[in-house]
């Protein structure tokens, strides 16, 4: 359904360490860069997310995250890790939810700019 989410970010220089950071975890990278934007995705020219500079930008607060695809529990736990590391709070550990689904397992993180991320796999451990 989408084909991109773009978010505006005070800091493109401290947002993009953490995205790199975040992502990286994920097995996305950057596929393009601009003086005032960042994209990373899977293929060259083909962002799926987008950070926009503007000095300006708030997050959509309380409701709004985005959730990141996940390929094992192990890329979930990498992902907090270095969303830590990088700068971003702590908005849940990496763990089991089953409230959201019996194999569901996700970790959250608040990006420097106050955007709520989480990255999930929801598939049986033995699967991932």
């Known amino acids: 359904m989408l084909h991109h ?5 005070a800091n493109l220089k401290t947002s993009g360490a953490f995205y790199d950071a975040t992502l ?5 990278r950057r596929v393009f860069e601009a003086g005032t934007a960042i994209g990373w995705g899977l293929e ?14 708030r997050s959509p607060g309380p409701g709004f995250h985005l959730a990141f695809d ?3 529990r192990e890329a979930v736990d990498k992902f907090h890790a270095a969303g830590i590391e990088a700068g971003g709070k702590d908005n849940g550990a990496p763990g089991l939810r089953p409230h959201y689904g019996e194999h569901y397992y996700a970790a959250f993180l608040v ?11 929801n598939v ?5």
């Open 124 to 128: 049986p451990a033995s699967s991932d």
């Open 111 to 121: 990006d420097p700019d106050g955007h709520h991320v989480e990255a999930v796999i």
């Open 5 to 9: 989410i773009s978010l505006g970010v």
């Open 44 to 57: 060259d020219g083909k962002d799926k997310l987008c950070l926009k500079l503007q000095p300006a930008a």
């Open 24 to 28: 990286g975890a994920l097995g996305f």
């Open 70 to 72: 996940a390929v094992s």
